[in-house]
């Protein structure tokens, strides 16, 4: 059985905001509408967390097998730069007065480092679903995760 459930580690969800919540709904209902992102895990329910250290996947449910489900930790150093990337970039596509032009290439640089980041995940988790579009949505909760994304307007919109 695949995971059905996605879940924010109660330290996280107990300190965000509303509108963190309403976004991070969104990002598990996406994450949870495709593939599933762990296809070998027999664990029903993902407990997401992160902190300045790490982003941790923590495996529950139905499992008979402890090898297959458990932790897996993805230290923030392997990821940082890709943040900051994605970060500056949406940052870039909120200024005002951008010429058209200027957006689609920072659209499109934003999307190149989404499929980066989405790679990278999967090359720190070999687990991880090799599906791009898989790979994309946990890195969408992971930089919702790292940033409060609600805070910048272009973080999840699409051209």
């Known amino acids: 059985m695949p995971i059905t459930q996605v879940l924010i580690a109660d330290r996280l969800w107990s300190g965000a905001s509303s509108a963190r919540h309403k976004e991070w709904r969104t990002l598990i209902s996406d994450l949870l509408s495709g593939e ?16 300045d250290e790490a982003v941790t996947f923590l495996f ?12 897996r930790t993805v230290p923030r150093e392997e ?17 005002e007065g951008l010429h058209p032009m200027r957006a689609e290439a920072l659209d499109m640089a934003k ?6 980041g989405g ?3 999967v090359m720190l988790m070999p687990d991880l679903s090799p599906s791009v579009d898989t790979c994309r949505r946990v890195f969408s909760v992971v930089v919702s995760l790292a940033v409060d994304t609600t805070k910048r307007a272009w973080a999840h919109r699409h051209a």
């Open 36 to 51: 599933p992102p762990f296809p070998a895990s027999a664990a029903t329910t993902l407990i997401v967390d992160c902190d």
């Open 60 to 71: 529950e449910g139905d499992s008979d097998s402890d090898d297959e489900d458990g932790e």
């Open 79 to 95: 990821i940082a730069a890709l943040l900051k990337e994605y970060l500056i970039v949406i940052d870039q596509l909120g200024d």
């Open 111 to 116: 999307r190149v480092v989404h499929d980066d």
């Open 119 to 121: 790679r990278t995940l």
